[in-house]
């Protein structure tokens, strides 16, 4: 790849929380020069084979991805990034799958509560059907969202969140933050802390939550991404080689309205440079020969 080839190891289709198919996605990559992209949807590996497929016929390298719920102590939305893993590794695939099958209850609960919230307001519920038609598969809260824009009773997808999805919300289901590194690395794969920026605003929390996972065998940091500033990815470098971590990056990508990502850079102004691959694949190199000894 040349120097200045990008990368996006961060990216969603509508097999989670995402708008778009994977193949669509792979499409839009390629057309941003993206040269190597992941799937990361949240606790679902579903996306993988076909954005591979696709990325086969484009001459898009897809590396296998996936992004844990988990939480650690006080920080009770920590997402953990999985790379490089086997796509098919059973244990991984059992967890997701039961993963999965709360996740598709909560959503039938919110959208229960959701309609509860609408009769009373004498509005028109929302229908599930529906719900699942404008998700296109795996359906999370943004796709709700969409039902009610469609609908008339939210102007845009934040005003639906805070009159109706904040609300109605149901507790997510988490992986404690050990046990999610934990399994990645048993699925062969490297561990990366997701946007850091939205974890704490508080660099001092930061820096001592970055000891403790790292302590669990955390092996990288997400210092591109959606949420972090010039400064920020450049404080994010530097805590990442001052722990031995590698460095990556994605612009974590839905595709929904109001998303101001852009496929390829960081918060829509920094390129994510080809090293955050380089530098995952010298991780995934490690690990392998680390499991052979």
Not at 36 to 65: F, K, Y
Not at 159 to 168: K, N, S
Not at 282 to 293: D, G, I, K, V, Y
């Amino acid at each position: 790849m040349t120097t200045d080839s990008l990368a996006d190891l961060h990216l969603h289709t509508h097999f989670s929380d995402g708008v778009h198919s994977p193949e669509d996605i792979v499409q839009m990559a390629r057309d941003a020069g993206v040269a190597t992209l992941a799937i990361c949807d949240h606790d679902n590996l579903d996306g993988i084979a076909p954005a591979r497929a696709a990325g086969a016929q484009v001459g898009i390298e897809v590396i296998s991805g996936v992004e844990l719920s988990s939480r650690w102590r006080g920080f009770h939305d920590l997402h953990i990034l999985g790379y490089g893993f086997d796509p098919q590794h059973p244990e991984l695939c059992r967890e997701l799958k039961e993963f999965r099958a709360f996740r598709s209850r909560r959503n039938e609960l919110i959208v229960e509560r959701v309609n509860r919230r609408l009769t009373a307001r004498k509005k028109a519920p929302l229908d599930f059907a529906r719900v699942r038609e404008l998700a296109g598969g795996t359906f999370g809260r943004p796709h709700i969202a969409r039902a009610l824009i469609e609908m008339g009773h939210a102007r845009d997808t934040s005003e639906a969140f805070e009159r109706y999805l904040i609300p109605c919300n149901v507790e997510k289901k988490f992986f404690p933050a050990d046990q999610a590194i934990a399994l990645i690395h048993r699925a062969g794969g490297v561990a990366v802390l997701a946007h850091p920026p939205f974890i704490t605003p508080e660099r001092n929390a930061l820096e001592g939550l970055l000891d403790v996972l790292t302590g669990f065998g955390l092996d990288g940091l997400e210092a591109y991404n959606n949420g972090a500033t010039r400064d920020d990815v450049d404080y994010l470098i530097g805590q990442a080689r001052r722990r031995g971590l590698i460095v990556t990056g994605g612009s974590d990508h839905h595709g929904f309205e109001g998303d101001e990502s852009r496929i390829g850079w960081c918060r829509g102004v920094l390129p994510i440079p080809y090293s955050c691959v380089t530098e995952l694949r010298s991780a995934l190199a490690r690990r392998a020969e680390n499991h052979q000894l």
